[in-house]
């Protein structure tokens, strides 16, 4: 699977988007986007999954460009409850496999 | 239960115990991971359940970690002999809903061995 590679840590203030990159220049053809949110003394939680273009719901938004080489994650307007660890994983597009976490991106919203 | 629990929430233990972690997977799905996450890190997989065979124990780190699922369901995580260097969250997740092969993750096991 590809490496990702994210920033280490972000701040930002409450209200305001927060855009997190990351890259996987080596991600293979059928490989997907997907990226877990992780609170202090819990289990990662799914976010969001993509393949390609723009995939939105009701917690993000996706960006993933043509050559699919990078991707962003995106929080509106965010909220001092949105302060956690947000990983970038490469997944296989099919079945049940292990997921290969990184160190993640520490994000600190203030007010 | 409506979620992925793990017993307990915390295990404190002597050098060159055995324990036991215990993981309840949501009700239904046919896969089940261990994962261990050190201070700082992400989480590091560990072992893999499809029903009651392990699929991929690729991660264990040697040969005093085990795992079983008797039954297609709960999994217990066994370490022997623990040492200092176990001290970690080990984690639990469940896939395989309908429709969907997405992990969901329990509130994990802090384990420290001193």
């Known amino acids: 699977l590809a490496k990702t590679t994210q920033p280490i840590s972000m701040d930002s203030y409450e209200g305001q988007e927060v855009n997190i990159t990351c890259s996987h220049n080596n991600i293979a053809t059928n490989d997907y986007i997907t990226w877990y949110q992780q609170f202090p003394s819990q289990g990662p939680r799914f976010i969001i999954q993509?393949?390609?273009t723009k995939v939105t719901n009701e917690v993000a938004s996706l960006f993933i460009p043509a050559d699919r080489k990078s991707s962003t994650l995106s929080l509106p307007r965010v909220s001092l409850s949105d302060t956690a660890v947000y990983y970038c994983l490469v997944v296989m597009n099919t079945g049940f496999q292990k997921l290969v976490f990184g160190t993640g991106t520490r994000l600190l919203v203030s007010p | 239960g409506a979620g992925v629990s793990q017993t307990p929430s915390n295990k404190v233990t002597e050098k060159g115990k055995y324990v036991e972690l215990r993981c309840d997977p949501i009700s239904g799905h046919t896969a089940l991971y261990w994962y261990r996450q050190s201070l700082g890190q992400g989480p590091e997989f560990l072992i893999y359940f499809q029903g009651t065979g392990a699929a991929d124990d690729s991660g264990l780190p040697n040969d005093r970690f085990f795992a079983v699922r008797p039954e297609g369901s709960v999994s217990t995580l066994k370490i022997q002999r623990t040492e200092r260097g176990d001290s970690a969250v080990y984690l639990c997740?469940?896939?395989?809903?309908?429709?969907?092969?997405?992990?969901?993750f329990g509130p994990g096991t802090r384990l420290t061995v001193l």
């Open positions: 993509g393949y390609k």
């Open positions: 997740a469940s896939s395989g809903g309908p429709g969907t092969d997405t992990q969901y």
